[in-house]
């Protein structure tokens, strides 16, 4: 008879249509801890620094390295003939959630020069947000931040 503790583990997963749902169901395998009670531990050969498990070493924030900048891309709204100026700021506080001020500041920068960047956001948010503007009418487009 074993008595040692039992773990679920998600096996593998099944997918059906429910009518215009989809419904996910898991399939769990019971998968017994390894001998020695408890989950492994991390031991001297996980540890490269040398110090002992559980102590606390500080990290010298200078020679710390800085995380990459994640590649973003940049949604940008051109100047048109077509929407009002009114129009513009509210789509903005609409789509971004925006204060009135910061809307009509960004309207006014695509009234005066012809475009303003609205947003540095990742692949898929700012497509998002161009999408969302083209479907109000307005002139947007997405580029590559360098």
Same mark, same amino acid.
């Given at each position: 008879?074993?008595?040692?503790?039992?773990?679920?583990?998600?096996?593998t997963?099944?997918?059906l249509?429910y009518g215009?749902?989809m419904?996910? $169901?898991a399939?769990?395998?019971v998968?017994p801890r390894p001998?020695?009670g408890?989950?492994?531990r991390?031991g001297?050969?996980?540890?490269?620094s040398?110090?002992?498990?559980?102590?606390?070493?500080e990290? #010298?924030?200078?020679?710390?390295?800085?995380?990459a900048?994640?590649?973003?891309?940049l949604?940008i709204c051109?100047? #048109?003939?077509?929407n009002?100026?009114?129009y513009?700021t509210?789509?903005f506080?609409?789509?971004?959630g925006?204060?009135?001020?910061k809307a009509?500041?960004h309207?006014l920068?695509?009234?005066?020069?012809?475009?303003?960047?609205l947003?540095?956001e990742?692949?898929?948010?700012?497509?998002?947000y161009?999408?969302v503007?083209?479907?109000?009418?307005l002139h947007?487009? $997405?580029?590559r931040?360098e």
């Amino acid at each position: 008879m074993r008595t040692g503790r039992h773990e679920p583990r998600l096996d593998t997963f099944h997918t059906l249509a429910y009518g215009r749902h989809m419904v996910v $169901l898991a399939r769990l395998a019971v998968i017994p801890r390894p001998r020695g009670g408890g989950a492994p531990r991390l031991g001297a050969a996980a540890n490269s620094s040398g110090a002992q498990p559980g102590t606390v070493t500080e990290v #010298d924030p200078a020679t710390k390295p800085a995380p990459a900048r994640e590649p973003g891309y940049l949604v940008i709204c051109w100047n #048109d003939p077509v929407n009002l100026m009114v129009y513009v700021t509210h789509v903005f506080q609409t789509v971004f959630g925006w204060p009135r001020e910061k809307a009509q500041r960004h309207m006014l920068e695509v009234h005066e020069k012809g475009r303003s960047v609205l947003v540095r956001e990742s692949l898929e948010k700012a497509e998002h947000y161009v999408h969302v503007l083209q479907q109000h009418t307005l002139h947007a487009t $997405l580029e590559r931040d360098e």
